[in-house]
């Protein structure tokens, strides 16, 4: 096993340790909103991590590109996804108007 096994190996063991991590302590909780706070580490942190190994992987190529891709998506639209999740949840509970923001 030479230098880029290893690191590959490490950043998938990492990714994967946050992403269970993450699910584990979402089990243990009952709000959404405390439970959005856990899904930031597995869509900004976990899921890039497991890409970047994946990616590393495969070594260039289409599929490495397509991979980086999605990560870099899912990075980036993550944050994104969680803050309308937890706008939604609020007007269903009444906490916010329905009203787009202005």
Wanted: net charge positive; glycine share 8%; proline share 5%.
């Amino acid at each position: 096993m030479n230098a880029v096994h290893g690191v590959m190996w490490a950043l998938l063991a990492a990714g994967l340790a946050v992403v269970v991590l993450s699910c584990w302590a979402a089990l243990a909780l009952r709000r959404v909103y405390n439970r959005l706070h856990l899904l930031t580490p597995a869509t900004s942190i976990g899921a890039p991590l497991i890409g970047i190994a994946a990616a590393i992987a495969d070594g260039p190529g289409l599929t490495t590109a397509q991979v980086l891709f999605i990560v870099v998506l899912l990075a980036v639209t993550g944050p994104v996804l969680e803050a309308a999740t937890g706008r939604m949840a609020a007007q269903r509970e009444g906490l916010t108007r329905r009203e787009s923001p202005q």
